[in-house]
């Protein structure tokens, strides 16, 4: 590792540093994301080897990586089991017994042998094993990594970092290029020193080079486990271009303008009036955060949360009303075309009794039918509009679009958000500077309070924190496939009590996708949708054919649109009393006789999606249970989503237990946790981290601008984009 030396001046800002490498080790660099020096000296190690000290044979045990240094007692090239190089070699540091190892290389050069002459010193590093046939050939390493030493062949005196490479660039052209890189760059500071001095964090600086160079004395655990304070100064400066950007953002949003929705709320109380019921404390405590939000002259960007069954949609409801009473425009998205359809016959009932005229827009629509949807909503007799993603191409255009609600939020790009924010720009008022809607996005899985903190400093979070009066619990039950014959015994009791039943066959991707931009998945997809339709009919009819009394009916992905609402009517109405499904039932749907749910496989789901799919029963008066199937053996987080599924009906228990065992990026799909953003910091064991970021933003931004500047110019480079929809 060549040490940085002292006497070469480092310029503060080495721009065109890419004039320092050949054209082909440009291209190896940029292949894995380096483009100058600066990338190269922010490319940081995974983790080190320790070459510094070499270890006596006796004291390593099989298993260890070790450093040893040995004599060569003789070597012979063998052609049984294999073709191989067989070196035996002798402890330079054993004192006596037990010092001999077998060094194999089943690859080598002939040139290579030449390396291994008797009495040749040795330094030696690899993975010790015990030797085959128990001990009787001694130990051995297979390929270790080797060099010839003279007698005082010094040890190098650093840590070796070990990077993150790729196809075509190995870890000693990095290394080099690294070295030369930290030799010419330096960081310039970015944060105020006071800030550091508070939250006791070394300069970046300091911090980048004691990383890639780790002096001897450092402890290795520390910058394993990148708790090092020269690591913590790396995640703090991640998480605080991420706080820092979305501040930016949120200054952003301010500044754009937005029809502010105060109408006279007549509408609103005439459907207050009419509804079978009265809103739940928390129903009214979030419709007054949106009203507050809509009246504003600039954009809403608000998370509505409540768990399954909360009552999200009468809440969007009032929502649209409220931009129709002052005379604009609302729209309703909903990832899939029978959770639109959902909302479509709940809110037109509610919504056409108050003389609104509602559009549907999906992409099943026939022709004609979307010409008239289009024609509806371009010249404002539409009101709202719900409907898939059909509405938003191209061709639609709003007439005064004031409100977007997006339902399940998260199984939308950010690029189809942002694709609706555009929609009410298209006619605008003339001259008036560019006007967006407002936005409203529903999500039934609550996202815990410290990533909706991280994540989405610029989106404004409701929570429908209690589900509406009357639910009883549900009780989940696990049981093993192969007693699969009491469960059907337990499914006729229910039936023959008058109640209806939902069973969940395992279906991994819907019909439609949440992204139509996607092609390759839908490919793969629909393989796999193919063969567990298959399952699902034959389900059905094994059902079909115990339960001959009681009329079965199935509903799936590639049902024609009007099919699967017939079956969800007769479902609804009770003519179907056993609905064999596909995940297509796993949001919206509202059956309140169905008490009694089965879902098959319960291992292959998803924390989340057993919640949501479970969240369909326990909506009526009846004791309601949840049977969760599963085929042994299962695996060890597996065992672990059902146990949770088992002792918590609580979505934000079960959306931090799912946090747990996925990780963020997983959680709230790569496309808008910004996972891109956070290499190095992890939002919950860094937690303390989190929160000196927030602070140190905050008075970043009130003082010191430059640094606001340069710091998100020095860790986002662009991919501020993510933050912004
Ligand atoms: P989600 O939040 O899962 O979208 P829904 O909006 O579908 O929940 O509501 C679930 C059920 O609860 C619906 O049948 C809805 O009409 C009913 N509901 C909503 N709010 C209340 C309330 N305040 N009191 C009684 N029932 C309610
Ligand atoms: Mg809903």
Sequence with gaps: MPARNPAVSRTPAARSTVAAWSDALAGRLARIGLHDERDCVLHLPLRYEDETRVVALADARDGDTVQIEAIVRDHAVQYRPRRQLVVHVDDANADEGDSGLTLRFIHFYGSQLKHFEVGTRLRIRGELRGGGFGQVFGREMIHPRYGVIGDDTPLPDRLTPVYPSGVGIGQIVLRQAIAKALARVEMDETVPRRWLMRHRLPAIDEAIRLIHNPPPDASLESLAARSHPAWQRIKFDELLAQQLSLAKAHAARLARTAPALRGEGTLVTRFLQQLPFALTTAQRRVVGEIESDLAQPHPMQRLLQGDVGSGKTVVAAIAALRAIDAGYQAVLMAPTEILAEQHFRKLAEWIEALDVPVAWLTGSLKKKQKAAARDAIESGIARLAIG??????????????????????????????????????????????????????????????????????????????????????????????????????????????????????????????????????????????????????????????????????????????????????????????????????????????????????????????????????????????????????????????????????????????????????????????????????????????????????????????????????????????????
């Design 388 to 725: 898939t993603h059909a509405l938003i191409q191209e061709d639609v255009h709003f007439a005064r679009l004031g409100l977007a609600i997006i339902d399940e939020q998260h199984r939308f790009g950010v690029g189809q958000r942002l694709a609706l924010r555009f929609k009410a720009r298209v006619t605008g008022d003339g001259a008036a500077p560019p006007r967006e809607p407002h936005q409203l996005m529903m999500s039934a899985t609550p996202i815990p309070r410290t990533l909706a903190m991280t994540y989405f400093a610029d989106l404004e979070v409701s929570t429908i924190d209690m589900l509406p009066p009357g639910r009883r619990p549900i009780v989940t039950r696990l049981i093993e496939a192969s007693r699969r014959d009491d469960v059907v015994a337990r499914i006729r009791h229910a039936l023959g009590e008058g109640r209806q039943v939902y069973w969940v066959c395992p279906l991994v991707e819907e019909a439609e996708p949440a992204d139509p931009s996607v092609p390759v998945r839908r490919a793969t997809a629909s393989r796999n949708e193919t063969l567990q339709l298959q399952n699902a009919i034959d389900t059905c009819d094994a059902l079909a054919l115990a339960l001959p009394e009681f009329q079965v009916g199935l509903v799936h992905g590639r049902l024609p649109g009007a099919d699967k609402a017939d079956v969800m009517r007769a479902f609804g109405d009770g003519s179907v009393q056993l609905l064999v499904a596909t995940t297509v039932i796993e949001v919206g749907v509202d059956v309140p006789n169905a008490s009694l749910m089965v879902i098959e496989h319960a291992e292959r789901f998803g924390l989340a999606q057993l919640h949501q799919l479970r969240g369909r029963v326990g909506r009526g008066t009846a004791e309601s249970a949840c049977i969760l199937l599963f085929q042994p053996p299962l695996s060890l987080t597996a065992k672990e989503r059902l146990k949770t599924m088992r002792e918590t009906q609580d979505g934000f228990e079960i959306a931090r237990k799912d946090l747990a065992l996925r990780g963020p990026g997983e959680f709230l799909g790569h496309r808008q946790s910004g996972e891109a953003l956070l290499r190095f910091a992890d939002l919950q064991s860094d937690q303390p981290l989190v929160d000196a970021a927030r602070e140190t933003a905050v008075a970043m931004l009130a003082d010191d601008p430059d640094g606001v500047d340069r710091h998100l110019q020095r860790w986002l480079r662009g991919g501020e984009d993510l933050l912004k929809a």
